[in-house]
C-alpha cells in the first residue's frame, strides 16, 4: 500500500491531458445517451399511461410533445453553455458553474440549492421505489405458490437497507467518466421494462378486441375534479423529461473538441428515443385498461399470470435503479469533495489517495474522506427513506418546483447572457414567452400536487 497525492496518479505523457490539465476525456455520443436514458427514463413511464388517460388520445400525445421539444431546446441552451464563447474557451464542469459564471453568486446559491434539493429527494425516491420492486416480486411468487386469496404482505425496511449497502458499493466508482458500463446496462433495463410494458399493453388490447378509452380522457363526476387530474397528468408528464441538473456533469466526460455538438446529438437522440417509449406506453397502456388505467402500468395486469414476466420487469427496474441512483448522486459527490480539496489542500485525509489490491479485483485508488462522505451520503438517503416511507408524493412536489427554474429559467438567462440579446428584440420576447408558458407548466404541476398530498391525508 502506498501513499499518492492525487495529483501524482495521473499518468505523465502526450494526449493523456485535456486543455484544462484533466485526464484526457473519452466519452462518445452512445456514452452520453446511455447516461441521459439512464436518466430520464426512470420507472415514471410506467405512469404515463394513467397521465394519458386523464388527457386523452388528443392532449395526451401533444403534451408529450411538447415537452420533447422543451427538452430538447434547453438542453441545446445549457449544452453551449458548457464553454465560455471567449478567447480562453473556459470549461464549465457542471450546472452551478455554468450559473456562477454567466448569472453570478446570488443566483448561483438559489441554483445549487434547487439542483441538490432534487438530486438528493430523487435518491430518496429511488430508494423507496427499489424496495416497492423487491416486494411487488415476492408478492407476485407469493400469489402464483400460495392462491391469489393468500395473505402475502411484506415490509420495506430490509430491502431498503439492502439497496443502501449496494449503493455504498456502488459509490466506489470515482465519477461519470468511469460509470459509462453501468449506465449502459441501465439504460438497458429502461428498454426492457418499458418494453415489457408497452407488450403486455398491446397484447391486452388485441385479448379485449378493441381500443378502450377517448379522445377527452377519463371522464370525471364534475369539472373541478376533472381539473385536478389533467393538472396532475401535466406535471407527470413535465417532470418526466428534463435531466438539466446533470446535463453539464454529463457533457464534462465528452471527448474534446466539440463537446456541444456531440452533447446535441447525444440529447437528439435520448429524446427521440425516450419519446417514442412514452407514446407506446402511455397510449397502448391507455387503449388496453381505459378509464380503469392503473398509476403504474405493470400493476395493471395483476401480481397474478404471467407472473414471471411481472417479476422479471420489477427485477430490471431494480437495476435501472442502482445506476439511476448514481447518476443523480455523483454531481452531488464531486462538488463536495471539489470544494473539500479546495478548502483543505494540505489535508492528507481530504486528498490523499492510498493504491489497494483485493483478492480477485483489479487495483483501485481509495480516498478515506470519499470513502466516510460517500457512506454517509447513502446513509442519509436510506435513512430517510426508512422514516418517510411516502416521500414520493413529497416529491412529485419538489419536482415542480425545481422544474420549471433549473430546466427553463437558468438556461435562458445564461444564454441571454452568453449571446448578448438585447432586452425586447424578437427573440427576447419569444423566449421570454416561452419561460412563462413553461411556468404556468410548473404552477399547474405544483397546484396539483399539493392538492392530491390533501386529499390522500384528508382520506
Known amino acids: 500500500m502506498a501513499i499518492q497525492n492525487s495529483l501524482e496518479i495521473a499518468r505523465s505523457g502526450n494526449g493523456y491531458y485535456d486543455d484544462d490539465g484533466r485526464a484526457k476525456r473519452t466519452g462518445t455520443v452512445w456514452s452520453a445517451v446511455s447516461h441521459i436514458i439512464t436518466a430520464v427514463i426512470g420507472a415514471g413511464v410506467l405512469s404515463l399511461a394513467w ?4 388527457l ?8 408529450l410533445f411538447f415537452c420533447a421539444i422543451v427538452t430538447c431546446i434547453t438542453s441545446f441552451l445549457l449544452s453551449d453553455c458548457y464553454r465560455t464563447l471567449d478567447l480562453t474557451g473556459n470549461r464549465n464542469y457542471n450546472y452551478m458553474d455554468a450559473v456562477r459564471n454567466y448569472l453570478g453568486y446570488k443566483r448561483t446559491v438559489l441554483a445549487g440549492f434547487l439542483q441538490y434539493l432534487s438530486l438528493y429527494g430523487i435518491c430518496i425516491a429511488y430508494v423507496i ?4 420492486c423487491l416486494r411487488a416480486i415476492l408478492k407476485s411468487n407469493c400469489y402464483h405458490k400460495e392462491g391469489h386469496q393468500a395473505p402475502c404482505n411484506y415490509g420495506d425496511t430490509m430491502y431498503m437497507i439492502l439497496f443502501g449497502l449496494v449503493q455504498i458499493i456502488m459509490s466506489f466508482i470515482p465519477d461519470l467518466h468511469n460509470m459509462a458500463w453501468l449506465s449502459v446496462v441501465a439504460a438497458i433495463m429502461s428498454f426492457t421494462y418499458s418494453s415489457i410494458g408497452l407488450g403486455l399493453g398491446i397484447k391486452t388490447v388485441l385479448e379485449n378486441g378493441r381500443i378502450m378509452g377517448s379522445l377527452t380522457g377519463v371522464p370525471a363526476s364534475n369539472i373541478v375534479d376533472k381539473l385536478w387530474l389533467v393538472f396532475q397528468a401535466i406535471g407527470d408528464i413535465a ?42 406506453c402511455g397510449c397502448f397502456g391507455y387503449a388496453a385498461f381505459g378509464n380503469q388505467t392503473p398509476g403504474n402500468l405493470l400493476t395493471g395486469f395483476g401480481f397474478y399470470e404471467p407472473y414471471w414476466l411481472i417479476d422479471f420487469a420489477n427485477a430490471c427496474i431494480i437495476v435501472h435503479l442502482i445506476g439511476g441512483y448514481q447518476i443523480f448522486s455523483q454531481p452531488i459527490y464531486g462538488a463536495f469533495e471539489r470544494w473539500c480539496s479546495k478548502k483543505y489542500p494540505n489535508s492528507g485525509f481530504v486528498n490523499n489517495f492510498y493504491q489497494m489490491k483485493l483478492p480477485r479485483l483489479p487495483t483501485f485508488q481509495l480516498n478515506v474522506f470519499r470513502l466516510c462522505f460517500r457512506t454517509a451520503y447513502v446513509v442519509s438517503t436510506t435513512g430517510l427513506a426508512l422514516l418517510f416511507p411516502y416521500f414520493n408524493q413529497i416529491l412529485g412536489v419538489l419536482g415542480a418546483i425545481t422544474f420549471w427554474p433549473l430546466a427553463i429559467y437558468f438556461p435562458v438567462e445564461m444564454h441571454f447572457v452568453q449571446r448578448n440579446i438585447e432586452p425586447w428584440s424578437r427573440k427576447w420576447i419569444v423566449f421570454r414567452t416561452f419561460s412563462f408558458i413553461c411556468f404556468l407548466v410548473s404552477l399547474f404541476g405544483l397546484i396539483a400536487s399539493l392538492e392530491g398530498i390533501i386529499s390522500q391525508k384528508l382520506s
Open 239 to 280: 417532470f418526466a423529461y428534463p435531466y438539466t441538473v446533470v446535463l453539464l456533469e454529463i457533457q464534462d466526460t465528452l471527448e474534446s473538441p466539440s463537446e456541444n455538438k456531440t452533447m446535441k446529438k447525444a440529447s437528439t437522440i435520448s429524446i427521440l428515443i425516450t419519446t417514442f417509449f412514452y407514446l407506446c
Open 129 to 132: 421505489t427499489t424496495a416497492t
Open 56 to 63: 386523452g388520445y388528443i392532449a395526451g400525445p401533444t403534451f
Open 51 to 54: 397521465s394519458t388517460s386523464q
